[in-house]
């Protein structure tokens, strides 16, 4: 008699697995991170109908069918579950770091980049009221949600960098601290594009198409500053 194989852990369980006590210090058994993963899960399908200003822990609660005495035994508050759901969706940029982690070949350069845009979407599409939020906070200044955001950017732009130096001619390579301003001048251009509703996105010219455009000119803004890599001045 055959055994059923056991499910795979989904990413989100496998970055909730570092968790190990809940707020009273008490360790997490199987029961525990299965409560803790359910709450975090209808707080995030909560966000697809209401802004995270008006998540509350009972409504939070009541989508998990459970109470929000249970919701406080794993989180502060709601800032605390949208930074658990921040760091999660950190997590799972993995695929679009992998994608920068392959060698870049300068006659492939526009699928490369393809990939990399598709693989920033898909973690954009999955979490994107979160992420918004995440910079958000960011940008005001808390320093929690700060560093959830540059624990994303960091690895992205010295990857970009690694293979802008790589791709430039042996006798004129680019330094690397103009790879990585470059870097990230194409990470916030294609954040700022990934932030947008899909929805609006599809009332015009359409996600495909852009997402299409967006990589062909990531490729040609690669071919062009690695060609011939003059020098940015410094402050």
Same mark, same amino acid.
């Given at each position: $008699?055959?055994? =059923?194989?056991?499910? *795979?852990?989904? !990413?989100?369980? &496998?970055? /909730?697995?570092? +968790?190990?006590?809940? #707020?009273?210090?008490?360790?997490?058994?199987?029961?525990?991170?299965?409560?803790?993963?359910?709450? $975090?899960?209808? =707080?995030?399908?909560? *966000?697809?109908? !209401?802004?995270? &200003?008006? /998540?509350?822990? +009972?409504?939070?609660? #009541?989508?998990?069918?459970?109470?929000?005495?249970?919701?406080?035994?794993?989180?502060?508050?709601?800032?605390?579950?949208?930074?658990?759901?921040?760091?999660?969706?950190?997590?799972?940029?993995?695929?679009?770091?992998?994608?920068?982690?392959?060698?870049?070949?300068?006659?492939?350069?526009?699928?490369?980049?393809?990939?990399?845009?598709?693989?920033?979407?898909?973690?954009?599409?999955?979490?994107?009221?979160?992420?918004?939020?995440?910079?958000?906070?960011?940008?005001?200044?808390?320093?929690?949600?700060?560093?959830?955001?540059?624990?994303?950017?960091?690895?992205?732009?010295?990857?970009?960098?690694?293979?802008?130096?790589?791709?430039?001619?042996?006798?004129?390579?680019?330094?690397?601290?103009?790879?990585?301003?470059?870097?990230?001048?194409?990470?916030?251009?294609?954040?700022?594009?990934?932030?947008?509703?899909?929805?609006?996105?599809?009332?015009?010219?359409?996600?495909?198409?852009?997402?299409?455009?967006?990589?062909?000119?990531?490729?040609?803004?690669?071919?062009?500053?690695?060609?011939?890599?003059?020098?940015?001045?410094?402050?």
């Amino acid at each position: $008699m055959k055994t =059923a194989k056991k499910a *795979l852990p989904s !990413r989100m369980e &496998v970055a /909730l697995s570092t +968790v190990q006590t809940n #707020k009273q210090g008490q360790s997490l058994g199987p029961k525990g991170h299965a409560t803790r993963l359910r709450l $975090m899960r209808a =707080a995030e399908t909560l *966000l697809k109908t !209401r802004s995270p &200003v008006e /998540l509350t822990a +009972v409504s939070i609660a #009541k989508a998990s069918k459970t109470s929000s005495a249970t919701f406080y035994m794993y989180f502060d508050d709601i800032r605390d579950i949208l930074a658990a759901l921040s760091d999660v969706a950190g997590h799972e940029m993995s695929d679009a770091l992998a994608v920068l982690d392959e060698p870049w070949l300068p006659d492939a350069l526009e699928n490369r980049a393809q990939q990399l845009v598709e693989a920033f979407y898909k973690v954009w599409d999955a979490h994107r009221e979160v992420l918004r939020y995440r910079n958000m906070e960011a940008d005001r200044g808390d320093p929690r949600f700060e560093k959830l955001r540059m624990d994303v950017y960091v690895p992205f732009v010295e990857l970009l960098a690694q293979r802008l130096i790589a791709l430039c001619p042996a006798d004129r390579k680019m330094s690397r601290g103009d790879a990585r301003a470059f870097a990230s001048v194409l990470h916030a251009a294609m954040e700022r594009m990934a932030t947008t509703d899909p929805n609006i996105v599809n009332k015009g010219l359409g996600a495909r198409r852009l997402k299409a455009a967006q990589a062909r000119i990531i490729a040609h803004a690669i071919a062009s500053v690695c060609a011939q890599p003059e020098p940015l001045p410094k402050d």
